[in-house]
């Protein structure tokens, strides 16, 4: 369940937030009412979990060279430990976050707030699920904090400012095979992740279709939330409206 911790900046409870899947993905949340947290290496920033050029440079100055290619060992290995859940801070709708985040343009939007994501974990009893907003830096110049292991996991290069991320981690080793009754399913490298059981009625605040699609797949997407059993609003995309 949520468990907050210093090291990790929170927004105010009221802070809307949002995550953009593919309709395939958000089916997926809803058969197994759970959020899918992706392992950190397989992301695609292949700085997540990195240190900074400046904290290397500064390694070199007061570790042995032994020392240093272990340190870098020992935190490559972690990372194949965390895994994330990422949400968009923005008090309206994305046009650049529905380019960035669908592989296709059929896809939903869920909204939602820091206190609702932080309150729809209490069924994952297990883990601990800490939430934080990311900081952007300069990787040539600036040096991440030490004294938490999650530190390198809530920066990024200010390349990525426009993601305005709310990060939510969790520590759990994520199996390259899942095992459903006798059948033993191989999950696509890419996606190596965990499901974090999530209590979707408390987390949702309700759910946006994609822009430019057609009506019969937003009464889709109302079908399949009705299925569901989500007493939740659908609706269409802000960017579908036409001018006045």
């Known amino acids: 369940m949520y468990q907050k911790i210093p090291e990790f900046e929170e927004p105010t ?20 009412n759970a959020l899918f947290f992706v392992r950190s290496d397989k992301l695609f920033d292949i700085y997540e979990g990195k240190h900074t050029e400046a904290d290397v440079k500064l390694w ?30 923005n008090e309206n709708e994305s046009a650049a976050m529905w380019e960035i985040c669908l592989q296709s343009n059929e896809g939903v939007a869920i909204q939602s707030t820091f206190k609702r994501l932080k309150d729809s974990f209490i069924l994952h009893k297990e883990d601990k699920i800490h939430i934080g907003k990311v900081k952007y830096i300069d990787y040539k ?37 899942e095992t459903i009754g006798k059948h033993i399913l191989y999950i696509d490298p890419k ?40 007493n939740k609003k659908v609706e269409s995309s802000d960017l579908s409206k036409d001018p006045p």
């Not at 009221?14 to 997926?28: A, E, G, L, N, P």
């Not at 060279?65 to 949400?87: A, C, G």
């Not at 759910?207 to 399949?224: A, H, M, T």
């Open 13 to 32: 409870n009221d802070t809307i937030i949002w995550r953009y899947v593919d309709f395939t993905k958000f089916i997926s949340y809803l058969d197994r």
């Open 60 to 89: 070199g100055e007061i570790l042995k060279p032994k020392i240093k290619m272990k340190q870098t060992e020992i935190y490559d290995e972690f990372r194949k430990f965390v895994n994330l859940s990422s949400w968009h801070m």
């Open 141 to 177: 110049k600036d040096i991440i904090p030490e004294g938490n292991i999650f530190n390198p996991f809530l920066y990024k290069r200010k390349a990525f400012e426009h993601e305005r991320e709310l990060r939510a981690v969790i520590m759990k080793f994520a199996p390259q095979e």
């Open 191 to 230: 996606w190596f992740g965990v499901h974090v059981k999530t209590d979707l009625n408390a987390l949702i605040d309700k759910i946006v279709v994609s822009p430019n699609v057609p009506d019969w797949f937003i009464d889709l997407v109302k079908s399949i939330v009705k299925k569901y059993e989500l």
